[in-house]
């Protein structure tokens, strides 16, 4: 069931990002200006793209709780192999030679991935200890590359703004994992547990980060990029926090390490598109959602 629940996020990812994504685009502001956020949020394309995330933050929500952070993590991370082909249907946008091979890379990894590493569950009530060293080290590691992002421009900058919110995604499903635990105890235990406060702060941050993404209109690398970080970053937090373990034979670790190198090597080949891919298409002029 959460293997179902989780690929059915992913769809919901898809759609809501490309649809957010079209949002972006529709905005006066330029790339690299912060008010767009201001603006989006009065686009009816882009409050449906809102709406469909929601509903895959739910699905995915419900699959953690009934299955491995590792897992369910990955299969979110499909959410690749549906987006690109309803960016081409909804944005106009460009997918050459270079992104269909990335992205077949990145999705060959993650199913390499999961199938040779066999994840499987650890404890549901992490270390404190863990937590904090978790929350720290993604911080920074957030912070360190929007500041690094805001330099660039075009499917650099897409990948670099993605790569960190991917890493707050991955620190939210994490937090998401024992927050829905924590719904058994009534409105009183959700509002007075940590994880209700980091849930929503990781959320904001990974919003707005993977909106600034969205916004340099190269949707390959800014999706490739966020679903590749979010489930490395996923698997070290499901290993280190959770205590999560990949496969019982040593033989078969080494596969499973090429299968992450693999979605790794995907994700450059998103983010230095050639000279035919560097320039998106323009973008469609605004019009009612149908």
């Known amino acids: 069931m959460a293997d179902v629940l989780a690929l059915l ?15 972006t685009l529709d905005t006066d502001a330029g790339e690299g200006d912060p008010h767009f956020l201001t603006e989006i949020i009065r686009k009816p ?18 699959a953690l709780d009934n299955g491995s952070l590792i897992v369910v993590q990955s299969l979110c991370a ?7 082909p309803i960016g081409v249907r909804l944005t ?7 992104s269909i091979v990335g992205a077949v890379l990145t999705l060959t990894g993650i199913v390499v991935f999961i199938a040779v590493g066999q994840p499987q569950g650890g404890t549901q009530t992490p270390d404190a200890t863990a937590w904090w060293a978790a929350g720290i080290a993604s911080v920074v590691a957030m912070v360190v590359l929007a500041v690094i992002a805001q330099r660039r421009r075009g499917p650099v900058a897409a990948a670099l703004f993605a790569t ?7 620190f939210q499903a994490a ?25 929503v702060v990781s959320a904001l941050a990974g919003f707005a980060l993977q909106q600034s993404a969205l916004k340099t209109s190269f949707l390959a690398p800014a999706m490739a990029a966020s679903n590749a970080s979010t489930l490395v970053i996923s698997v070290i937090l499901g290993v280190t926090v959770f205590e999560e373990t990949l496969s019982n034979g040593s033989g078969h670790m080494g596969p499973a390490v090429i ?5 790794v090597v995907g994700v450059v080949l998103l983010a230095k598109p050639t000279d035919a891919e560097s320039t998106p298409s323009p973008s469609p002029s605004p019009s009612p959602p149908t």
């Open 259 to 263: 299968g992450l190198a693999m979605a």
């Open 78 to 84: 499909m959410s690749l192999v549906f987006a690109l």
């Open 9 to 23: 996020a992913a769809l919901a990812f898809a759609f809501g990002t490309v649809l957010q994504q079209r949002g």
């Open 92 to 98: 106009d946008q460009h997918v050459g030679r270079r």
């Open 164 to 170: 960190a919110a991917g890493i707050g995604f991955a």
């Open 175 to 199: 937090v998401t994992k024992v927050w829905v635990g924590d719904l058994g105890g009534g409105l009183s235990a959700v509002l007075t547990t940590w994880t209700t406060y980091v849930l």
């Open 45 to 62: 394309v882009w409050l449906f793209g809102a709406l469909a995330q929601g509903l895959g933050w739910v699905l995915q929500a419900v």
